[in-house]
T-cell receptor
Framework: QQQVKQSPQSLIVQKGGISIINCAYENTAFDYFPWYQQFPGKGPALLIAIRPDVSEKKEGRFTISFNKSAKQFSLHIMDSQPGDSATYFCAARQRSNTGNQFYFGTGTSLTVIP | SAVISQKPSRDICQRGTSLTIQCQVDSQVTMMFWYRQQPGQSLTLIATANQGSEATYESGFVIDKFPISRPNLTFSTLTVSNMSPEDSSIYLC??????????FGPGTRLTVT
């Protein structure tokens, strides 16, 4: 069972446009929601993250919007650039007796057209 | 943050052999994770390796096939044993630092022929 559901699977955006990737979850024990950016041949890199006590976090052109009641969160990339073309993964963390457990979405392949 | 290196970066191995992947972190961390990622797919957790305890394996992964060592707080190895073509994948080492953050290594691309 996929703990974190991510959409769309792929996304094509014109340069300068807004890219929006959505994720949804059911487990209310999740307490941390990061987004990762992965370029071909590289490991995922932590991009931005949010905790459920805030509704929005912005870092440069990247914004996370978080809706706790709907159990949804999304990544917005403003003024999208060709260099943003990558695969993006959302994730959610649950604490356990043995430590942290992270659950990943299925990924979104973003292509920004010049 | 944490800087993670993995060796080898890629390898081509024959069916039935074993490969040990090394993961080195530039700082001491308690929690290390090993993931598998099929090309174009999401990340699948293989096991969690905490220093001083046995690795905890996820459903579908067993210690005989993926033995893990965690001799200290900066190093871990994952061995892929008795390999078959189905083991061809990218293997990623990851660490959790502080309270929340998780960081990934560059990955090891394994091809089994």
């Amino acid at each position: 069972q996929q703990q974190v559901k991510q959409s769309p699977q792929s996304l094509i955006v014109q340069k300068g446009g807004i890219s929006i990737i959505n994720c949804a979850y059911e487990n209310t024990a999740f307490d941390y929601f990061p987004w990762y950016q992965q370029f071909p041949g590289k490991g995922p890199a932590l991009l931005i993250a949010i905790r459920p006590d805030v509704s929005e976090k912005k870092e440069g052109r990247f914004t996370i919007s978080f809706n706790k009641s709907a159990k949804q969160f999304s990544l917005h990339i403003m003024d999208s650039q060709p260099g943003d073309s990558a695969t993006y993964f959302c994730a959610a963390r649950q604490r356990s007796n043995t430590g942290n457990q992270f659950y990943f979405g299925t990924g979104t392949s973003l292509t920004v057209i010049p | 943050s944490a800087v993670i290196s993995q060796k080898p970066s890629r390898d081509i191995c024959q069916r039935g052999t074993s490969l040990t992947i090394q993961c080195q972190v530039d700082s001491q961390v308690t929690m290390m994770f090993w993931y598998r990622q099929q090309p174009g797919q999401s990340l699948t957790l293989i096991a969690t390796a905490n220093q001083g305890s046995e690795a905890t394996y996820e459903s579908g992964f067993v210690i005989d096939k993926f033995p893990i060592s965690r001799p200290n707080l900066t190093f871990s190895t994952l061995t892929v044993s008795n390999m078959s073509p189905e083991d061809s994948s990218i293997y990623l080492c990851s660490v959790a630092t502080g309270f929340y953050e998780q960081y990934f290594g560059p990955g090891t691309r394994l091809t089994v022929t």
